[in-house]
Nanobody, 116 residues
């Protein structure tokens, strides 16, 4: 099993920055990809960014140029650097991990609130 723990959320003003962290532990050696999703009130959960085991990244159009996903393999940690935050970025952000064969793992979520 894989355990994911997010941190770094908080309350910021529009235009500010936050850096989310997702620390993975457990059976992490067969993960295909990790990513960040978010869910705003009244909306479905959406993919924000992901990074594959090979290092490829992609970001949702809504965050391109503002958010950057990265990883530190030595620390088994994935980050989401969020710059130029907008009120519409307000959501609970969830870390996600995809194993090689099947299943999904999710963190507990961390709240990001951007005030106008």
């Amino acid at each position: 099993q894989v355990q994911l723990v997010e941190s770094g959320g908080g309350l910021v003003q529009a235009g500010g920055s936050l850096r989310l962290s997702c620390a993975a532990s457990g059976s992490i050696f067969r993960l295909v990809a990790m990513g960040w999703y978010r869910q705003a009130p009244g909306k479905q959960r959406e993919l924000v960014a992901r990074i594959t085991s090979g290092g490829s990244t992609n970001h949702a159009d809504s965050v391109k140029g503002r958010f950057t996903i990265s990883r530190d393999n030595a620390k088994n940690t994935v980050y989401l650097q969020m710059n130029s935050l907008k009120p519409e970025d307000t959501a609970v952000y969830y870390c996600n991990a995809v194993p090689l064969f099947s299943g999904n793992y999710w963190g507990q979520g961390t709240q990001v609130t951007v005030s106008s």
